[in-house]
DNA sequence: CTGAAAGCGCTTACAG
DNA sequence: CTGAAAGCGCTTACAG
């Protein structure tokens, strides 16, 4: 039986043969051990190696155009260098499929800065006791980021417990597990300020979804925050509870419209729902921003272009997915604990507010 | 030295200790060797073991909450069941993201039937020399699914020479390169007809980018074509061109208003160019439908929420994705040889074309 | 400064 | 019907 089974190939053989070449190969052709191929390409710390060998061992390695196999080095290291992404299917889905593109894009750029790959996986069920546990049991991933956790996703909690690395893209409050999540109070604080700003002082409210979703109590929170801070009474017939969706924004509003007076400005929690705000206000024969002024929140990649341009609370989608990767990252890396991160956002001023149609009077 | 490392520790030993189990456990809780355990987990056929060592070896699976180490699969099997998704950084970036959700719902699904993952690499530059051959010579996926291939793509080409399994989201023409893509001849054909049976013959087009992309000269083409087969000389003045953002159909449009007369119909060969198209048109103080009938092309998610919800030709984003996923799954495991594949598009009608508006008259 | 050898956890001829 | 043994391609103590 051969031990050093193809040491004696060369190169050209190699391509002729359509195999991949090993460290082996690297090793036979450089004229050095594997273990030195493997500290070299490696790049391993405090050996002595000669400058000359590593000249060699890289040169036979760029020769061969050699990559070291994925499996080989995981079974040996015990680590996959892949980030596992987990998304849960949410009922504010459509809402969060806005924003996936972007998260995604921060999540590979943090993972392939640090050589680590992404591996994606959809979960329609994720109380289902396998629905990605497997990822882990079977070694295929080193951490995880999970977008739309829930308190009862039993696998979570084991996982947690196990100390293996997970990062949550929102919050799950009271459970301690690490997360990166919008900071919501303070956007929506914002968003009412801008509007009080103005000069508005009946400003209604309709938020993104029912109270008991997290960042939809936290930006009525916000609300109220941003009111009192103004010295403005929080009056509860100024608020309407949306539903992720567009229509709840149509009907919400057209509720708002029918108050006496009417709220002169409203702070929609959510882009979409605010879509369904300006149809409201639109077939009820009035102008936005002149009759109502609108702020949303998200700015979902549309809300640039509706009539007029909304303005709005800028999610920062793609930093979320960076920082998420990047906390993560830490965690396997440095072994260091995750923390509860909560981003900043930005208002984006466009014409719905009403800011811009002032400034050109000021000018003219 | 100790050869079999833990076959003396029981279950609760491995749970305290934190270990997962091996093949050697189950095998040892079994009775059995490790071949067998190979044997029954794997349902290997043609191999003869009896049912009651078969349960044992199940149970004793089960109780160790044994999972095999996917390193240590592939190392041996040389496969890994996982699917490369590369994703390019290309001008219609905004338009494919907003199907990207669907895309990889898609393939997600149709990988994980099959028992595979998937992993989902975003690449700026394509025509990078090392941008994702590393993922295939590191042994780290089985195929590759190419959203917006690229005729310089190098790596491309070299990959498809080996043999390795790769399917195109989009064509490249002349490559003879496996693909899913939209029939989008077919499918701008229909959207002329549309408005062609509602009794226009006026009808302008505004592309959805320059006609150099292939989608775009593609469209143009079925726009062609239905006017051929009802009749209708083909008038390049009505001919304008979009470059995949709102903005052009807005200019294009103000265009075409500006003929006289000015078509009674567009066909836009991209919802987010028709959404610049209405704009133009409102802003012009003409009525949509009345004045000017609009058939969009894409059916992105916000179609359904403009005014008048815009009538156009679905795009199938899901199934893009699931029959991408399902052709290299049959490349991978089967053998095949990949083939094109057009997939059909399908008429959304809402308000923007006037069809309702007419069936409405028709019954009052 | 460098190499021989063990071992990661599987699968798969091969032998009985 | 079942098991002992080799081997996938790496890394890493350990020995010199």
Redesign the interface.
């Known amino acids: 039986m051969m031990l050093t089974r193809v040491s004696h190939f060369s190169g050209e053989d190699l391509v002729a043969a359509?195999r991949?070449a090993t460290s082996q190969d690297v090793a036979a052709r450089a004229g050095v051990s594997r273990t030195t191929v493997s500290l070299v390409l490696n790049g391993v710390p405090n050996v002595r190696i000669s400058e000359k060998t590593r000249a060699r061992v890289f040169l036979a390695s760029q020769e061969l155009?050699y990559?070291?196999?994925?499996?080989?080095r995981?079974?040996v290291r015990g680590l996959?260098q892949?980030l596992g992404?987990i998304l849960c299917q949410t009922p504010d889905r459509?809402f969060a499929?806005?924003f996936?593109?972007?998260v995604?894009?921060g999540i590979?750029?943090a993972a392939?800065g640090n050589g680590f790959?992404?591996?994606?996986?959809?979960v329609e069920d994720i109380t289902r006791p396998a629905a990605y546990l497997?990822?882990v049991?079977?070694?295929?991933i080193d951490g995880i980021i999970l977008s739309g956790p829930r308190a009862d996703d039993q696998q979570l909690l084991r996982l947690r417990e196990?100390g293996f690395p997970v990062v949550l893209l929102g919050q799950l409050e009271g459970s301690g597990i690490p997360f990166v999540d919008v900071d919501n109070i303070a956007g929506a604080k914002r968003g009412a300020e801008h509007l009080l700003s103005l000069g508005h002082r009946r400003i209604g409210l309709i938020t993104n979804a029912p109270l008991h979703y997290t960042a939809s109590a936290q930006r009525l929170l916000g609300y109220r925050q941003a009111l009192e801070e103004w010295g403005i009474g929080f009056d509860s017939s100024l608020v309407r509870y949306g539903d992720f969706h567009?229509e709840s924004g149509k009907k919400a509003m057209a509720q708002l419209l029918d108050l006496s007076p009417p709220p002169t400005a409203v702070f929609v929690a959510s882009d979409?729902v605010a879509?369904?705000a300006m149809?409201a206000i639109?077939s009820g024969g009035l102008r936005i921003p002149q009759d109502t002024a609108l702020v949303g929140f998200d700015d979902v990649?549309?809300a640039r272009?509706?009539?007029p341009p909304l303005t709005t609370i800028r999610l920062p989608a793609y930093e979320l997915g960076a920082r998420a990767a990047a906390m993560l990252l830490d965690m396997i890396q440095a072994k260091k604990d995750g923390e509860g991160l909560l981003l900043d956002t930005e208002l984006v001023v466009r014409e719905s507010c009403g800011l811009r149609a002032r400034e050109a009077m000021l000018i003219e």
Chains 1, 2 share one sequence.
């Open positions: 359509k991949r155009e990559y070291p196999d994925a499996a080989a995981s079974l996959t892949t992404v459509i499929d806005a996936l593109p972007e995604l894009r590979g750029e392939q790959r992404v591996l994606l996986q959809s497997h990822l049991r079977e070694k295929r196990e567009e979409l879509f369904g149809e639109k990649p549309l272009y509706v009539d």
